[in-house]
């Protein structure tokens, strides 16, 4: 038998034409789940476009809480505003700290906590000044 003969026969055997189904039958399940998905993500995207009726609308003009114009009253009051701040900005010196190098990590973390320190006893200085 000569080797063109023995492609055909080989090629064309049931167990070929299964590995061709095979292989179909995994494409079409590929298309079908990437459908699925697609549509699902569609979905949400529309979803997540609409905002609740309290939300301010895209385009719309922001407007601030009124909390944010009340007045401290009281030193104690005053007090916790002011290390509410100082806390935040340790926050984020602390997350610009970790963006450095390993080196000067550390000393930037120390002066982060010392900056800290004295700005809790600037605002208690302050905060009893005015008792």
């Known amino acids: 038998m000569n080797l063109a003969w023995r492609s055909i026969i080989f090629n064309h055997t049931p ?3 299964q590995g061709i189904e095979m292989k179909k039958s995994i494409r079409y399940f ?6 699925i998905a697609t549509s699902v993500l ?55 700290c970790k963006k450095l190098a390993r080196v000067a ?7 982060a906590q010392a900056m800290y320190q004295q700005d809790l006893a600037r605002a208690r200085s302050m905060t009893q000044g005015s008792q």
Request: aromatic residues 8%; contains cysteine; charged residues 20%.
């Open 105 to 111: 990590r550390a000393g930037c973390l120390r002066e």
């Open 42 to 96: 569609l979905m949400n995207a529309g979803w997540a476009q609409t905002s609740p009726e309290g939300m301010p609308q895209a385009g719309a003009p922001l407007i601030d809480p009124p909390r944010w114009f009340q007045e401290d009253t009281t030193p104690q009051a005053r007090f916790l505003t002011l290390k509410k701040e100082a806390g935040a900005v340790l926050q984020e010196s602390q997350f610009a």
């Open 30 to 35: 590929c298309q079908t789940v990437m459908g």
């Open 15 to 17: 167990a070929y034409h």
